[in-house]
């Protein structure tokens, strides 16, 4: 089985400075899906940034990005020029490859990151 | 754009009660996920369908059904509802090799 764990339960970021947010996952398997989630006050689960495992290329989406290091299984998001709205807990999500049969593609997730933005 | 639709958006039941949550997914997605979020703690995957047909079962309890109907609608019912079932209910629905998008979540409370 696949775990995902995120060790720091807390951060803080100044605004407008660059924050990471780390994330390392456990699995036997060579194809899958990362994610990253956003989770504010409201409770909606948010999409944030998505990195396919055999890209080596970091994903990138306007301030969020990732450092996928996929033989060390950890999966890092930087966010940049951090916005009091960007407060927020965080998941890291791991996704296997998905089977024909639309089986595997449950999201197993980490225990998450509270974030909070000093004005 | 339209986005996963939860009903309701808040419940309260009594213990040993019934209690049935409705989603319904982003036109097009072939698949719908349901996952259980206790205070504090991450989401936990119960169960999924990929075109009508359940495609995953994760840690649901027996007191719990859930099916996918014709219009793609799911439906998830729980019975002899106890204390430890309050939790945020999330459905999610996607093109199934593709992100998940989720709902606003129904919090259920037991009494």
């Known amino acids: 089985a696949q775990t995902v764990t995120q060790s720091q339960p807390e951060m803080s970021v100044q605004e407008a400075e660059t924050v990471t947010l780390s994330c390392t996952y456990d699995t036997s398997e060579s194809d899958y899906y990362l994610f990253w989630y956003k989770q504010p006050p409201s409770r909606q689960m948010i999409l944030v940034i998505r990195?396919?495992?055999?890209?080596?290329q970091n994903a990138t989406e306007n301030r969020f990005s990732v450092n996928f290091q996929k033989a060390a299984k950890s999966f890092s998001l930087k966010i940049s020029d951090s916005q009091l709205g960007d407060a927020a807990m965080y998941f890291c999500?791991?996704?296997?490859?998905?089977?024909?049969?639309?089986?595997?593609?449950?999201?197993?997730f980490g225990k998450g990151i509270t974030l909070s933005v000093r004005p | 754009a339209a986005g996963v639709i939860q009903s309701p958006r808040h419940l309260i039941k009594e213990k040993r009660e019934t209690a049935t949550l409705k989603c319904y997914p982003i036109?097009?997605?072939?698949?719908v996920y349901w996952y259980q979020q206790g205070p504090g703690q991450d989401p936990q995957f119960l169960i999924s369908f990929y075109e009508k047909m359940q495609s995953d079962k994760g840690s649901i309890p027996d007191r719990f059904s859930a099916q996918q109907f014709s219009d793609y609608h799911s439906e998830l019912n729980m019975s002899s509802l106890e204390l430890g079932d309050s939790a945020l209910y999330f459905c999610?629905?996607?093109?199934?090799?593709?992100?998940?998008?989720f709902g606003p979540g129904t919090r259920l409370t037991v009494t």
């Open positions: 036109p097009r997605h072939d698949t």
């Open positions: 999610a629905s996607s093109l199934v090799a593709y992100e998940q998008y």
């Open positions: 999500a791991y996704r296997s490859a998905v089977k024909d049969t639309g089986a595997n593609s449950k999201l197993t």
């Open positions: 990195q396919e495992a055999y890209k080596q």
